[in-house]
């Protein structure tokens, strides 16, 4: 056992032939791959920190890595070590019967759901504080969506509380040795916490297992699970919670961080009113369509430059997105080595920020993949929010690139549509806080206090 043990740290350490090029502990680090990515371009690099090694695939390889089968590379057992898993109880990465419903539903019923949603967004709105307000509204939204339209309000508050608890548990945990993490876990009161939100999540459950369905994704899971799991609504509440942590404050921050741009660019938002009236003339129309939205080409370009540069929430400087571990020795093309147990990620922001693929790379210009689209026919289905390749990595890649980001790209663009349409809006002067601040292991979210000036348009 113990010679396992030498020849598995030998692997790790001695034989990983790529640069080491970062060592810090600090789980909040700012410190940026950007320039170290271009020290290396092209090339496998690692960094390590207080997970352990993370290696870094460059999109020249991403292609050969992203095919690689879930039994080489996992990316469920890349979410056991992230969310703690085991001892979070964070939802089992194994089971897909939520992923299942929002690619065979969700998706395909991407219109039905967006109605549910535009009829449900408020007539009026006058705050301030941005990212509350946007966490009611997008929990509203998507507690419609996936608990049903007579959803307890109870569900909105736990919806939105129940990530922040998790990263916190997850932080504190991975203050420990992995070896002692099943005892230390019971004096981190944030672990606790996970619990209550479990509890509720359960109780909610059952509750809109009582009503009838209305295409949510209770109803929908709860088929699809095997009999004895059908009554179990502890692991069906956390399902529902994994849900949550993966649609709300991933689609909130997308919406905070385009507001907070269009607000420091103006001449964007006298563009995107534009385009809302040119669209709604033309389709002589006064509503909202998945099929008119995709025509706000310049919205479109203007949430994915922001995405872009601020990575609505996944923006990391060891970013979330294609989170793997490696189950079987890896070699790739380049004759880079892989050995089991190593986790390999995207630099997602290293690479948007990367000036070879995208100029002037910190510059924030709203009509980059507007006009990228118009350089030809073929351009012109590519380069939208959605759209993901070895270079933007901000929805993973792969097999298992985010399955809810259709959705997610139609609620908030209705949201901002709605915004942009109906309020005027600016900058707090005064407020000097930056917009993004960083959280677990060295993943950047945006400014949760940061505030901004909302008033009603007339006329
Ligand atoms: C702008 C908002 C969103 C962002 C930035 C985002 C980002 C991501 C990322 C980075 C991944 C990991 C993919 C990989 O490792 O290859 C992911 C996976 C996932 N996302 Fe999203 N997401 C968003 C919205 C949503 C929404 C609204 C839903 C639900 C309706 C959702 C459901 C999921 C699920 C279920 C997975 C796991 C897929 C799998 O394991 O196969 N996401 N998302």
């Not at 950007?34 to 290396?40: A, G, N, S, Y």
């Not at 049903?148 to 916190?168: A, N, Q, R």
């Not at 993949?369 to 073929?378: C, D, H, I």
Request: charge should be positive; proline fraction near 6%; charged fraction near 20%.
């Amino acid at each position: 056992m113990l010679l396992a043990w030498c020849r598995k740290l030998i692997l790790r350490f001695v034989s990983i032939a790529y640069p080491l090029l970062v060592f810090h502990d600090n789980p909040c680090s700012m410190m940026g791959l950007t320039p170290l990515r271009l020290q290396f371009p092209g090339k496998v690099f690692q960094v390590y920190s207080r997970a352990g090694p993370q290696v870094f695939i460059p999109p020249n390889l991403m292609e050969e890595v992203k095919a690689l089968p879930d039994s080489v590379l996992s990316i469920s057992e890349g979410v056991r070590e992230f969310f703690q898993t085991e001892h979070t109880h964070f939802p089992d990465p194994g089971h897909q019967e939520w992923t299942l419903w929002i690619k065979q539903s969700l998706g395909k019923n991407i219109a039905k759901y967006a109605t549910i949603v535009l009829e449900s967004l408020p007539s009026c709105w006058q705050e301030i504080e941005f990212h509350p307000r946007m966490c009611m509204l997008v929990a509203n939204l998507t507690a419609r969506v996936f608990i049903g339209p007579l959803f307890p309000v109870e569900w909105m508050f736990t919806s939105i509380k129940y990530t922040g608890d998790l990263f916190k548990a997850i932080h504190y945990i991975k203050n420990f040795r992995a070896q002692v993490r099943f005892l230390f876990k019971y004096v981190i009161p944030s672990t606790w916490t996970q619990w209550k939100h479990i509890k509720t999540a359960a109780r909610v459950v059952e509750y809109a297992l009582s009503r009838p369905a209305a295409g949510d994704a209770v109803h929908a899971v709860n088929k699809m699970l095997p009999e004895d799991k059908k009554k179990d609504y502890v692991f069906q509440g956390r399902a529902q919670l994994g849900l949550a942590v993966a649609s709300l404050h991933t689609t909130v921050r997308v919406i905070c961080q385009v507001m907070f741009d269009l607000a420091e660019h103006p001449e964007y938002v006298t563009a995107i009113r534009a385009e809302i009236k040119g669209v709604l003339k033309f389709e002589d129309k006064k509503t909202w369509t998945v099929e008119n939205l995709a025509l706000l080409k310049k919205l479109d370009s203007v949430m994915k430059e922001s995405m872009r540069l601020h990575g609505g929430g996944v923006k990391a400087d060891k970013p979330a997105s294609f989170r793997r571990k490696v189950l079987q020795p890896i070699t790739l093309s380049d004759g880079t080595f892989l050995p089991p147990g190593t986790f390999v990620y995207a630099p997602t922001h290293a690479i948007s920020h990367d000036a070879s693929i995208f100029p002037d790379p910190l510059r924030f210009d709203g009509l980059r993949f507007y006009n990228l689209r118009k350089r030809s026919p073929a351009d012109a289905n590519r380069h939208q929010f959605t759209t993901i390749d070895n270079t933007v990595t901000y929805f993973g890649a792969g097999r298992h690139a985010c399955p809810g980001r259709y959705f997610a790209n139609v609620l908030a663009k209705m949201i901002v549509v709605e915004l942009v349409g109906k309020y005027d809006f600016g900058l707090v002067e005064r407020d000097t806080l930056p917009r993004d601040v960083p959280f677990e292991d060295g993943l950047v979210s945006v400014n949760t206090r940061k505030r901004m000036m909302v008033r009603k348009r007339v006329g």
